[in-house]
Protein backbone atom coordinates (compact mmCIF):
# COMPACT_ATOMS: atom_id res chain seq x y z
CA UNK A 1 0.00 0.00 0.00
CA UNK A 2 1.38 3.49 -0.94
CA UNK A 3 -1.52 5.77 -0.69
CA UNK A 4 -2.15 8.49 1.76
CA UNK A 5 -5.80 7.88 2.42
CA UNK A 6 -8.09 4.63 2.28
CA UNK A 7 -9.78 3.94 -1.34
CA UNK A 8 -13.59 4.78 -0.32
CA UNK A 9 -13.23 5.78 2.93
CA UNK A 10 -11.87 9.60 2.91
CA UNK A 11 -12.17 10.76 -0.81
CA UNK A 12 -14.51 10.07 -3.77
CA UNK A 13 -11.60 10.44 -5.70
CA UNK A 14 -8.80 7.43 -4.80
CA UNK A 15 -6.78 8.59 -7.69
CA UNK A 16 -5.58 11.47 -6.07
CA UNK A 17 -2.09 12.51 -5.64
CA UNK A 18 -0.15 11.23 -2.21
CA UNK A 19 -0.18 14.32 0.20
CA UNK A 20 0.41 16.69 -2.45
CA UNK A 21 3.73 17.63 -0.25
CA UNK A 22 5.60 20.57 0.09
CA UNK A 23 8.80 21.71 -2.47
CA UNK A 24 11.22 19.52 -2.25
CA UNK A 25 9.51 16.83 0.48
CA UNK A 26 11.73 14.17 2.05
CA UNK A 27 11.24 10.10 3.16
CA UNK A 28 12.86 7.61 5.14
CA UNK A 29 13.14 3.78 6.18
CA UNK A 30 11.06 2.51 8.84
CA UNK A 31 12.72 -0.18 11.45
CA UNK A 32 11.33 -3.52 11.91
CA UNK A 33 8.70 -3.15 14.70
CA UNK A 34 7.30 -6.31 16.96
CA UNK A 35 4.82 -9.04 15.84
CA UNK A 36 1.30 -7.10 16.76
CA UNK A 37 -0.42 -10.67 16.59
CA UNK A 38 0.93 -13.97 15.69
CA UNK A 39 2.21 -12.45 12.68
CA UNK A 40 5.67 -11.03 12.67
CA UNK A 41 6.33 -7.66 12.31
CA UNK A 42 5.83 -5.79 9.29
CA UNK A 43 8.48 -3.74 7.06
CA UNK A 44 8.56 -0.76 4.42
CA UNK A 45 10.72 -2.73 1.96
CA UNK A 46 10.10 0.20 -0.38
CA UNK A 47 11.23 2.50 1.54
CA UNK A 48 13.56 0.63 3.75
CA UNK A 49 15.28 -0.77 0.55
CA UNK A 50 15.79 1.87 -1.15
CA UNK A 51 17.23 3.73 1.99
CA UNK A 52 19.70 1.10 1.96
CA UNK A 53 20.65 1.28 -1.56
CA UNK A 54 21.41 4.71 -2.14
CA UNK A 55 24.19 4.49 0.59
CA UNK A 56 26.50 3.36 -1.66
CA UNK A 57 25.16 6.61 -4.18
CA UNK A 58 27.48 9.39 -3.46
CA UNK A 59 2.00 25.94 5.37
CA UNK A 60 -0.05 24.14 8.01
CA UNK A 61 -3.08 24.84 10.02
CA UNK A 62 -4.10 27.31 11.89
CA UNK A 63 -2.69 26.12 14.89
CA UNK A 64 0.05 24.67 12.63
CA UNK A 65 3.38 26.65 14.49
CA UNK A 66 5.79 27.96 12.01
CA UNK A 67 9.32 29.33 12.54
CA UNK A 68 10.34 32.91 13.34
CA UNK A 69 10.76 34.79 10.99
CA UNK A 70 13.42 36.78 13.23
CA UNK A 71 17.15 36.00 13.69
CA UNK A 72 16.69 31.94 15.53
CA UNK A 73 18.53 31.43 19.03
CA UNK A 74 21.09 29.13 19.36
CA UNK A 75 20.31 26.55 22.18
CA UNK A 76 22.30 23.47 23.22
CA UNK A 77 20.87 20.16 23.38
CA UNK A 78 19.90 20.78 26.95
CA UNK A 79 17.95 23.48 26.38
CA UNK A 80 16.08 21.99 23.47
CA UNK A 81 15.36 18.88 25.83
CA UNK A 82 13.88 20.99 28.31
CA UNK A 83 11.77 23.02 26.31
CA UNK A 84 10.42 19.93 23.99
CA UNK A 85 9.98 17.38 26.55
CA UNK A 86 6.50 18.08 27.59
CA UNK A 87 5.41 17.98 23.80
CA UNK A 88 7.35 13.78 23.27
CA UNK A 89 5.33 11.60 23.16
CA UNK A 90 5.26 7.77 23.69
CA UNK A 91 2.48 5.30 21.96
CA UNK A 92 2.42 1.77 22.93
CA UNK A 93 0.45 -1.45 20.71
CA UNK A 94 -0.06 -4.89 21.10
CA UNK A 95 3.32 -5.65 21.40
CA UNK A 96 4.91 -2.91 19.77
CA UNK A 97 5.90 0.86 20.91
CA UNK A 98 7.17 3.82 19.31
CA UNK A 99 7.71 7.77 19.91
CA UNK A 100 5.73 10.63 18.63
CA UNK A 101 5.12 14.90 19.11
CA UNK A 102 2.45 16.72 19.57
CA UNK A 103 1.95 19.31 16.41
CA UNK A 104 -1.13 20.83 17.61
CA UNK A 105 -2.16 22.07 21.01
CA UNK A 106 -6.00 19.95 20.54
CA UNK A 107 -4.16 16.12 19.88
CA UNK A 108 -2.79 15.93 16.50
CA UNK A 109 0.85 13.59 16.78
CA UNK A 110 3.18 13.11 14.59
CA UNK A 111 4.88 9.65 14.29
CA UNK A 112 5.89 6.79 11.97
CA UNK A 113 3.50 5.17 9.83
CA UNK A 114 4.72 1.37 10.87
CA UNK A 115 4.54 2.53 14.41
CA UNK A 116 0.77 2.43 13.99
CA UNK A 117 0.23 0.39 11.15
CA UNK A 118 -2.24 -2.93 11.71
CA UNK A 119 -3.09 -1.75 15.44
CA UNK A 120 -6.28 -1.47 16.12
CA UNK A 121 -5.50 -0.62 19.83
CA UNK A 122 -3.21 2.43 20.25
CA UNK A 123 -2.74 4.68 23.76
CA UNK A 124 -0.92 7.70 23.61
CA UNK A 125 1.27 8.86 26.74
CA UNK A 126 1.76 12.10 27.62
CA UNK A 127 4.64 13.70 29.15
CA UNK A 128 2.28 13.63 32.73
CA UNK A 129 2.17 9.69 31.79
CA UNK A 130 -1.79 9.55 31.48
CA UNK A 131 -2.57 7.70 28.81
CA UNK A 132 -5.18 8.51 25.74
CA UNK A 133 -6.45 6.16 23.58
CA UNK A 134 -6.07 7.42 19.55
CA UNK A 135 -9.23 8.15 18.25
CA UNK A 136 -8.60 8.39 14.58
CA UNK A 137 -5.67 8.64 12.06
CA UNK A 138 -6.03 12.32 10.40
CA UNK A 139 -3.42 11.35 7.68
CA UNK A 140 -0.74 9.03 6.32
CA UNK A 141 2.15 8.43 3.89
CA UNK A 142 3.38 4.53 3.91
CA UNK A 143 5.91 5.42 1.31
CA UNK A 144 7.39 8.20 3.46
CA UNK A 145 6.98 6.16 6.78
CA UNK A 146 4.45 9.33 8.31
CA UNK A 147 1.01 9.57 10.10
CA UNK A 148 -0.92 11.91 12.17
CA UNK A 149 -3.12 10.36 14.59
CA UNK A 150 -5.29 12.33 16.77
CA UNK A 151 -6.01 11.87 20.98
CA UNK A 152 -8.76 13.60 22.59
CA UNK A 153 -6.73 16.59 24.08
CA UNK A 154 -7.82 16.56 28.24
CA UNK A 155 -6.24 20.71 27.98
CA UNK A 156 -4.40 22.90 25.41
CA UNK A 157 -1.42 20.88 25.19
CA UNK A 158 2.21 21.98 24.29
CA UNK A 159 3.67 21.47 20.81
CA UNK A 160 6.59 21.35 18.84
CA UNK A 161 7.30 24.25 15.87
CA UNK A 162 8.41 22.85 12.45
CA UNK A 163 11.56 24.05 10.64
CA UNK A 164 12.40 24.34 7.13
CA UNK A 165 14.08 20.59 6.33
CA UNK A 166 15.20 22.12 2.60
CA UNK A 167 17.51 24.44 4.64
CA UNK A 168 19.36 21.44 6.33
CA UNK A 169 23.22 20.76 5.08
CA UNK A 170 25.13 17.71 6.20
CA UNK A 171 27.39 18.81 8.85
CA UNK A 172 24.39 20.60 10.73
CA UNK A 173 23.79 19.76 14.50
CA UNK A 174 21.18 17.77 15.08
CA UNK A 175 19.14 16.62 18.53
CA UNK A 176 17.01 13.45 18.85
CA UNK A 177 14.92 12.89 21.73
CA UNK A 178 12.44 9.46 22.26
CA UNK A 179 11.63 7.30 25.03
CA UNK A 180 12.46 4.09 24.32
CA UNK A 181 10.26 1.42 26.10
CA UNK A 182 8.88 4.25 28.10
CA UNK A 183 11.90 3.88 30.54
CA UNK A 184 13.53 7.38 30.32
CA UNK A 185 13.17 10.71 28.22
CA UNK A 186 16.68 9.56 26.16
CA UNK A 187 18.45 12.81 24.27
CA UNK A 188 21.27 12.14 22.00
CA UNK A 189 23.11 14.32 19.56
CA UNK A 190 25.19 14.04 16.64
CA UNK A 191 25.44 15.70 12.67
CA UNK A 192 23.37 15.16 9.75
CA UNK A 193 25.92 13.05 7.73
CA UNK A 194 24.13 13.47 4.46
CA UNK A 195 21.46 14.47 2.74
CA UNK A 196 20.63 11.60 0.92
CA UNK A 197 19.03 12.23 -2.42
CA UNK A 198 17.67 8.73 -3.91
CA UNK A 199 15.20 10.30 -6.56
CA UNK A 200 13.29 13.63 -7.27
CA UNK A 201 10.63 12.08 -5.04
CA UNK A 202 12.80 10.70 -2.17
CA UNK A 203 15.43 12.33 -0.16
CA UNK A 204 16.58 11.06 3.36
CA UNK A 205 18.56 12.94 6.49
CA UNK A 206 20.91 10.64 7.09
CA UNK A 207 22.38 11.36 10.82
CA UNK A 208 24.80 10.28 13.41
CA UNK A 209 22.74 10.84 16.29
CA UNK A 210 21.97 7.40 17.77
CA UNK A 211 18.38 6.87 17.57
CA UNK A 212 17.28 4.54 20.58
CA UNK A 213 15.50 1.39 20.14
CA UNK A 214 11.73 2.08 20.56
CA UNK A 215 12.30 5.53 19.98
CA UNK A 216 10.85 5.80 15.98
CA UNK A 217 8.77 8.80 15.28
CA UNK A 218 10.30 10.84 17.22
CA UNK A 219 11.29 14.24 16.03
CA UNK A 220 14.83 15.27 15.37
CA UNK A 221 15.76 19.13 16.05
CA UNK A 222 18.35 21.91 14.52
CA UNK A 223 20.27 23.44 16.87
CA UNK A 224 17.54 26.16 17.12
CA UNK A 225 14.79 23.53 18.77
CA UNK A 226 12.72 23.64 15.47
CA UNK A 227 11.84 20.13 13.98
CA UNK A 228 13.64 19.24 10.81
CA UNK A 229 13.02 15.36 10.96
CA UNK A 230 11.14 12.76 12.28
CA UNK A 231 13.50 9.75 13.68
CA UNK A 232 13.52 6.09 12.61
CA UNK A 233 16.43 3.76 12.36
CA UNK A 234 17.43 0.73 10.00
CA UNK A 235 18.82 -2.61 11.38
CA UNK A 236 21.27 -4.35 8.98
CA UNK A 237 23.66 -6.63 8.79
CA UNK A 238 24.61 -5.94 12.72
CA UNK A 239 24.69 -2.02 12.23
CA UNK A 240 22.43 0.24 13.07
CA UNK A 241 21.54 3.77 10.48
CA UNK A 242 20.05 6.19 11.58
CA UNK A 243 17.43 8.72 9.03
CA UNK A 244 15.06 11.12 9.14
CA UNK A 245 12.18 11.96 7.08
CA UNK A 246 12.41 15.81 6.76
CA UNK A 247 9.45 17.61 8.24
CA UNK A 248 8.41 19.08 4.57
CA UNK A 249 6.92 15.79 3.64
CA UNK A 250 4.84 16.00 7.46
CA UNK A 251 3.40 19.81 6.49
CA UNK A 252 2.16 18.21 3.53
CA UNK A 253 0.12 15.50 5.63
CA UNK A 254 -0.84 18.78 7.98
CA UNK A 255 -2.58 21.02 5.42
CA UNK A 256 -4.81 17.36 3.25
CA UNK A 257 -5.96 15.99 6.77
CA UNK A 258 -8.44 12.77 6.10
CA UNK A 259 -9.74 11.23 9.34
CA UNK A 260 -10.06 7.92 9.41
CA UNK A 261 -11.69 5.85 12.25
CA UNK A 262 -8.84 3.71 13.67
CA UNK A 263 -10.59 0.75 13.84
CA UNK A 264 -10.53 1.19 9.91
CA UNK A 265 -6.99 2.32 9.49
CA UNK A 266 -5.83 -1.00 11.22
CA UNK A 267 -7.95 -3.25 9.67
CA UNK A 268 -6.65 -2.22 5.93
CA UNK A 269 -3.09 -1.94 7.06
CA UNK A 270 -2.96 -5.09 8.57
CA UNK A 271 -0.04 -7.68 7.73
CA UNK A 272 -0.88 -10.20 4.91
CA UNK A 273 -0.56 -13.93 5.23
CA UNK A 274 2.66 -14.88 3.93
CA UNK A 275 2.54 -18.34 4.49
CA UNK A 276 3.95 -18.53 7.89
CA UNK A 277 3.73 -21.12 10.54
CA UNK A 278 0.77 -20.70 13.08
CA UNK A 279 1.63 -19.46 16.02
CA UNK A 280 0.22 -19.93 19.76
CA UNK A 281 1.68 -17.27 21.95
CA UNK A 282 2.41 -17.99 25.93
CA UNK A 283 3.83 -14.77 26.68
CA UNK A 284 4.46 -15.08 30.91
CA UNK A 285 2.56 -12.71 32.77
CA UNK A 286 5.26 -11.27 35.65
CA UNK A 287 4.73 -10.01 39.11
CA UNK A 288 6.35 -6.57 39.34
CA UNK A 289 8.41 -8.28 42.24
CA UNK A 290 10.67 -10.20 39.42
CA UNK A 291 12.03 -6.78 39.06
CA UNK A 292 13.42 -6.64 42.77
CA UNK A 293 16.92 -5.80 43.12
CA UNK A 294 17.42 -4.60 39.35
CA UNK A 295 19.13 -1.22 38.69
CA UNK A 296 17.69 1.20 36.31
CA UNK A 297 20.43 0.07 34.90
CA UNK A 298 19.92 -3.11 34.59
CA UNK A 299 16.23 -2.46 33.08
CA UNK A 300 17.79 -0.34 29.90
CA UNK A 301 20.24 -3.38 29.73
CA UNK A 302 16.98 -5.46 28.91
CA UNK A 303 14.98 -2.95 27.35
CA UNK A 304 17.71 -1.67 25.14
CA UNK A 305 18.80 -5.02 24.23
CA UNK A 306 15.75 -7.15 23.66
CA UNK A 307 14.47 -4.81 21.44
CA UNK A 308 17.37 -4.74 19.40
CA UNK A 309 17.40 -8.24 18.93
CA UNK A 310 13.74 -8.34 17.67
CA UNK A 311 14.88 -5.88 15.32
CA UNK A 312 17.41 -7.79 14.24
CA UNK A 313 15.58 -11.48 14.42
CA UNK A 314 12.35 -10.58 13.19
CA UNK A 315 13.06 -9.77 9.36
CA UNK A 316 14.96 -12.85 9.25
CA UNK A 317 11.52 -14.63 10.85
CA UNK A 318 9.71 -13.18 7.77
CA UNK A 319 12.19 -14.36 5.10
CA UNK A 320 11.78 -17.88 6.36
CA UNK A 321 14.97 -18.24 8.45
CA UNK A 322 13.69 -19.38 11.63
CA UNK A 323 16.98 -20.91 12.78
CA UNK A 324 18.90 -17.81 12.37
CA UNK A 325 16.16 -15.35 14.61
CA UNK A 326 16.34 -18.57 17.17
CA UNK A 327 19.96 -17.93 17.21
CA UNK A 328 20.03 -13.92 17.68
CA UNK A 329 16.99 -13.81 20.43
CA UNK A 330 19.03 -17.12 22.16
CA UNK A 331 22.77 -14.93 22.08
CA UNK A 332 20.88 -11.76 23.08
CA UNK A 333 19.58 -13.93 26.43
CA UNK A 334 22.91 -14.99 27.21
CA UNK A 335 24.06 -11.84 26.52
CA UNK A 336 21.58 -10.31 29.24
CA UNK A 337 22.37 -12.73 31.79
CA UNK A 338 26.20 -11.71 31.77
CA UNK A 339 25.50 -8.15 32.03
CA UNK A 340 22.93 -7.67 34.59
CA UNK A 341 23.75 -7.17 37.79
CA UNK A 342 23.92 -9.89 40.76
CA UNK A 343 20.75 -8.96 41.97
CA UNK A 344 18.94 -8.79 39.59
CA UNK A 345 17.66 -12.66 39.66
CA UNK A 346 14.25 -12.84 38.29
CA UNK A 347 15.20 -11.63 34.61
CA UNK A 348 17.90 -13.91 34.37
CA UNK A 349 16.06 -16.72 35.53
CA UNK A 350 12.74 -15.81 33.33
CA UNK A 351 15.25 -15.69 30.15
CA UNK A 352 17.00 -19.01 31.55
CA UNK A 353 13.77 -20.13 31.42
CA UNK A 354 12.56 -19.05 27.84
CA UNK A 355 16.19 -20.75 26.93
CA UNK A 356 14.84 -24.06 28.45
CA UNK A 357 11.37 -24.10 26.64
CA UNK A 358 13.18 -23.46 23.69
CA UNK A 359 15.58 -25.98 23.47
CA UNK A 360 12.92 -28.85 24.24
CA UNK A 361 11.07 -27.41 21.03
CA UNK A 362 12.13 -29.81 18.13
CA UNK A 363 10.41 -26.86 15.06
CA UNK A 364 12.73 -24.04 14.69
CA UNK A 365 9.86 -21.64 14.47
CA UNK A 366 8.68 -22.49 17.63
CA UNK A 367 12.00 -22.24 18.83
CA UNK A 368 12.09 -18.40 18.31
CA UNK A 369 8.45 -17.24 19.55
CA UNK A 370 9.39 -19.08 22.64
CA UNK A 371 12.47 -16.89 23.20
CA UNK A 372 9.98 -14.02 21.40
CA UNK A 373 7.18 -14.73 24.79
CA UNK A 374 10.00 -14.70 27.22
CA UNK A 375 11.42 -11.28 25.67
CA UNK A 376 7.58 -10.04 25.41
CA UNK A 377 6.76 -10.85 28.67
CA UNK A 378 9.40 -9.18 30.27
CA UNK A 379 9.14 -5.44 28.59
CA UNK A 380 5.41 -5.98 29.15
CA UNK A 381 6.06 -6.04 32.91
CA UNK A 382 9.02 -3.32 32.68
CA UNK A 383 6.16 -0.86 31.34
CA UNK A 384 4.22 -1.84 33.92
CA UNK A 385 7.17 -0.84 36.48
CA UNK A 386 7.82 1.81 34.42
CA UNK A 387 4.49 3.52 34.69
CA UNK A 388 4.07 3.13 37.89
CA UNK A 389 1.52 -0.02 38.81
CA UNK A 390 1.57 -0.83 42.40
CA UNK A 391 2.82 -3.96 44.16
Known amino acids: MNHCSLPGELHDDDRRSCADPPSRPVPLPPRPVPPRRPAWPRASVLVAGAALAMLGCGAGSANQPVSSASAPVTMTPA ?16 GSLGAGFLVREDG ?48 RLPLLALGDSRAVRPGDPVVAIGHPLGLADTVSNGLVSAVRVVDPELTLLQISAPIAPGSSGGPLFNEHGEVIGVAAAVATQGQNLNFGVPTDYLKGLLVHPDPVPLSTFAAETADEEQGLPAVKRAVPHHALAILRGCSEGDLLVLARTMDGAIQAGSPLYNQGDFASCYHIYAGASLDMERRLGPACRGPKHALAEGRRKAAG ?8 WAMRDAFDGLLEVILRKVHGEAQ
Open 79 to 94: QIAARAMPAVVTIRGD
Open 361 to 368: LDDEAAQA
Open 108 to 155: WIATNFHVIAGMPDLKVVLSDQSEHPVLEVLAFDEARDLAIVRIHAPR
